[in-house]
């Protein structure tokens, strides 16, 4: 069974100072990572999906990579707007679900 | 808008009612499923259609649950007698093959 753990599970920055969220995947044949975005009471907002190891994807702030076992996302210099749970999703080949994490929640202060 | 509609936003039900959700993918979508998510955890996996062919269904889905998506387009998820636990959101995505898939809003369900 696909398994995906995120960490940490909630992150405090102050606005400015950029970090990293982690994403550890077990999949039988990773066919695409995917990072999404929630805001409270909201459906995700899809990001990123990454495919292959040492793969990249930016996106203004926001960047994420992927590696055989996991997958990070990096937020440069946040803002307050940058607020919200990140969720990370796995898609094995020959399936069509996604398999989430329990997301990492960001608070960015001003 | 042209993303993933769902309807109604928010339902508060009494325990043993049945209820109906709708959701309406992006147009051009021919992949549809649904998810369900609880306070704290990430969407777990109901099922999903490819067309009008439910193709896959969760061992979390009960018999107390079925989904149909007549003729390929929108589709419905009805809950029979529920239960409390079955208050969560619920959410529905799209997406055109396997590529990246959509989610709408969400239906907020509250079971009495």
């Known amino acids: 069974e696909d398994q995906v753990t995120q960490s940490p599970e909630a992150l405090r920055l102050q606005e400015g100072e950029s970090s990293s969220l982690n994403c550890s995947y077990t999949?039988?044949?990773?066919?695409?990572l995917f990072w999404y975005r929630q805001d409270p009471g909201k459906g995700p907002e899809f990001l990123f999906t990454l495919y292959s190891a040492g793969e990249e994807k930016e996106k203004e702030r926001l960047k994420a990579t992927l590696t055989k076992k996991e997958s990070f996302l990096h937020i440069t210099a946040p803002k307050p707007e940058d607020s919200a749970t990140y969720l990370c999703a796995v898609q094995a080949f020959g399936d069509y679900k996604l398999s989430f994490g329990a997301g990492t929640t960001v608070t960015v202060r001003a | 808008d042209t993303g993933v509609s769902q309807d109604p936003r928010h339902k508060i039900t009494k325990r043993g009612q049945n209820v109906t959700f709708r959701c309406d993918p992006i147009?051009?979508?021919?992949?549809l499923y649904w998810y369900r998510q609880t306070l704290g955890q990430g969407p777990e996996f109901l099922t999903y259609f490819q067309n009008e062919a439910q193709l896959e269904k969760s061992r979390l889905l009960s018999d107390r649950f079925s989904a149909e998506r007549p003729k390929g387009s929108f589709s419905t998820l009805e809950i029979q007698r529920t239960e409390q636990g079955d208050s969560a959101m619920y959410l529905c995505a799209s997406s055109f093959a396997g590529n990246e898939q959509f989610f709408g809003p969400g239906t907020r369900l509250t079971v009495l």
């Open positions: 147009s051009e979508h021919n992949r």
């Open positions: 999949v039988s044949g990773l066919r695409g």
